[in-house]
């Protein structure tokens, strides 16, 4: 079961609200969730979006990934819930350091490095990727279709009947 934190649509029609929930990946969009965490109302001046921090921060945790939406609003408004600290086993009374647990920020890839790399990199390296299902089903049929062609034994094409007009 893959949990997602997704935005559900709510209000009439030209009149929309948006609840933050917690559901199943599988759950239509605005149908079953597990959980409330927020609302959001774009028609407020300026937008209003609240939401419970700690519980995001819990499902984060938990294995629950946001949508991308929900996920450019935390970092504007409670960026520490999308890097939550994890959960460690803690006796009681011990005291425990919170600056050497948080994970450290992802760093910004430079996509110009990349675009050189890739261009260096040999045509035949590139092209080495694993397969995907279709590409190997389109491959097999461009193999048969290339047999059968060498083999000299073509199926003849049935003609196309011509299109009755209407008058």
Do not use: C
């Not at 490095?113 to 261009?119: S, Y």
């Not at 097999?140 to 299109?163: D, E, I, M, N, Q």
């Amino acid at each position: 079961m893959s949990v997602v934190i997704r935005m559900k649509r709510a209000g009439a029609k030209k009149r929309p609200f948006y609840r933050v929930v917690v559901a199943d990946s599988r759950f239509a969009r605005d149908g079953r969730y597990i959980e409330q965490l927020g609302y959001y109302d774009p028609l407020t001046n300026p937008a209003k979006f609240q939401i419970d921090a700690d519980k995001f921060a819990d499902w984060i945790r938990k294995g629950a990934r946001p949508s991308e939406s929900v996920e450019v609003m935390m970092a504007k408004h409670a960026p520490n819930a999308l890097r939550p600290l994890p959960l460690l086993p803690i006796e009681p009374g011990a005291v425990v350091d919170v600056e050497g647990l948080a994970p450290p920020a992802p760093e910004a890839k430079k996509v110009k490095k990349a675009k050189k790399e890739k261009k260096a990199a040999p045509k035949a390296a590139r092209l080495a990727r694993t397969p995907s299902k279709r590409n190997e089903k389109k491959a097999k049929t461009r193999a048969k279709a290339k047999a059968k062609k060498a083999s000299g034994v073509v199926k003849a094409r049935k003609a196309k009947k011509p299109k009755k007009s209407k008058k």
